[in-house]
Protein backbone atom coordinates (compact mmCIF):
# COMPACT_ATOMS: atom_id res chain seq x y z
CA UNK A 1 0.00 0.00 0.00
CA UNK A 2 1.61 3.57 -1.09
CA UNK A 3 1.57 5.89 1.82
CA UNK A 4 0.25 9.24 0.57
CA UNK A 5 1.37 12.73 2.71
CA UNK A 6 -1.71 14.40 3.71
CA UNK A 7 -2.04 17.99 4.69
CA UNK A 8 -4.78 18.47 7.06
CA UNK A 9 -6.74 21.55 6.85
CA UNK A 10 -5.85 23.17 10.41
CA UNK A 11 -2.20 22.39 9.98
CA UNK A 12 0.13 25.51 9.99
CA UNK A 13 1.37 26.60 6.75
CA UNK A 14 5.14 25.72 6.03
CA UNK A 15 6.98 28.58 7.00
CA UNK A 16 9.40 28.51 4.07
CA UNK A 17 6.71 28.29 1.89
CA UNK A 18 5.29 31.34 3.41
CA UNK A 19 8.35 33.41 3.61
CA UNK A 20 9.59 32.21 -0.44
CA UNK A 21 5.56 33.50 -0.71
CA UNK A 22 6.35 37.15 0.65
CA UNK A 23 9.72 37.09 -0.90
CA UNK A 24 8.36 37.03 -4.24
CA UNK A 25 5.79 39.97 -3.47
CA UNK A 26 8.71 41.73 -2.08
CA UNK A 27 10.66 40.87 -5.45
CA UNK A 28 7.31 42.32 -7.71
CA UNK A 29 6.83 45.35 -5.14
CA UNK A 30 10.84 46.64 -5.83
CA UNK A 31 10.66 45.99 -9.46
CA UNK A 32 7.51 48.09 -9.74
CA UNK A 33 8.56 51.13 -7.41
CA UNK A 34 12.04 51.17 -8.22
CA UNK A 35 12.18 54.25 -11.28
CA UNK A 36 9.29 56.20 -9.79
CA UNK A 37 10.15 59.31 -8.15
CA UNK A 38 13.37 59.84 -10.09
CA UNK A 39 14.66 56.64 -9.27
CA UNK A 40 14.30 57.20 -5.90
CA UNK A 41 11.39 54.87 -5.59
CA UNK A 42 8.76 54.86 -2.61
CA UNK A 43 9.75 54.94 0.41
CA UNK A 44 6.09 53.61 2.15
CA UNK A 45 6.77 50.92 -0.18
CA UNK A 46 10.31 50.37 0.51
CA UNK A 47 9.13 50.05 4.20
CA UNK A 48 6.30 47.32 3.39
CA UNK A 49 9.04 45.55 1.23
CA UNK A 50 11.11 45.48 4.13
CA UNK A 51 8.64 43.62 6.42
CA UNK A 52 7.86 41.45 3.74
CA UNK A 53 11.39 40.26 3.58
CA UNK A 54 11.86 39.45 7.31
CA UNK A 55 8.60 37.53 7.38
CA UNK A 56 6.64 40.48 8.79
CA UNK A 57 3.57 40.75 6.20
CA UNK A 58 1.10 42.51 9.47
CA UNK A 59 3.74 45.05 9.70
CA UNK A 60 3.87 45.53 6.50
CA UNK A 61 -0.07 45.69 6.42
CA UNK A 62 -0.17 48.29 9.02
CA UNK A 63 2.17 50.61 6.66
CA UNK A 64 -0.01 50.57 4.16
CA UNK A 65 -3.03 51.12 6.35
CA UNK A 66 -0.65 53.60 8.16
CA UNK A 67 -0.03 55.46 4.47
CA UNK A 68 -3.21 54.40 2.42
CA UNK A 69 -3.12 58.41 1.87
CA UNK A 70 -0.13 57.88 -0.56
CA UNK A 71 -0.74 54.97 -2.71
CA UNK A 72 -2.72 57.54 -5.06
CA UNK A 73 0.44 58.12 -6.91
CA UNK A 74 1.31 54.49 -7.66
CA UNK A 75 -2.25 52.63 -8.26
CA UNK A 76 -0.59 49.66 -10.08
CA UNK A 77 0.96 48.99 -6.64
CA UNK A 78 -1.74 49.52 -4.46
CA UNK A 79 -3.87 46.90 -6.69
CA UNK A 80 -0.88 44.33 -6.38
CA UNK A 81 -1.10 44.71 -2.06
CA UNK A 82 -4.50 44.95 -1.71
CA UNK A 83 -4.68 41.88 -4.34
CA UNK A 84 -1.72 39.92 -2.51
CA UNK A 85 -1.00 41.12 0.91
CA UNK A 86 -4.46 42.87 2.33
CA UNK A 87 -6.84 40.40 0.90
CA UNK A 88 -9.60 42.76 1.77
CA UNK A 89 -9.35 44.03 5.59
CA UNK A 90 -9.45 47.43 3.98
CA UNK A 91 -8.74 49.11 0.91
CA UNK A 92 -6.04 51.68 -0.62
CA UNK A 93 -6.28 52.11 -4.60
CA UNK A 94 -8.66 54.62 -6.11
CA UNK A 95 -10.34 50.95 -8.39
CA UNK A 96 -11.77 49.00 -4.91
CA UNK A 97 -12.63 52.90 -3.33
CA UNK A 98 -14.78 53.23 -6.10
CA UNK A 99 -16.23 49.93 -6.40
CA UNK A 100 -16.79 50.28 -2.62
CA UNK A 101 -18.35 53.98 -2.79
CA UNK A 102 -21.03 52.03 -5.44
CA UNK A 103 -21.26 48.97 -3.84
CA UNK A 104 -22.52 51.03 -0.49
CA UNK A 105 -24.93 53.50 -3.20
CA UNK A 106 -26.57 50.15 -4.33
CA UNK A 107 -27.01 49.27 -0.72
CA UNK A 108 -28.96 52.47 -0.10
CA UNK A 109 -30.83 52.61 -3.12
CA UNK A 110 -32.16 49.44 -1.45
CA UNK A 111 -33.27 50.28 1.56
CA UNK A 112 -34.67 53.30 0.52
CA UNK A 113 -37.45 50.92 -2.20
CA UNK A 114 -37.94 48.99 0.52
CA UNK A 115 -39.29 51.55 2.99
Known amino acids: MLKQKMELPNQAPDPKAEQEKWNKLADQLEEMQKDRNGGLGVSHVRTAIAFLRRGDPASARLVCANECDK ?28 EQARRRKEQWAKEDAEK
Not at 77 to 96: W, Y
Open 71 to 98: FSSCQDIAELLEDELIKGEFVISNKSIM
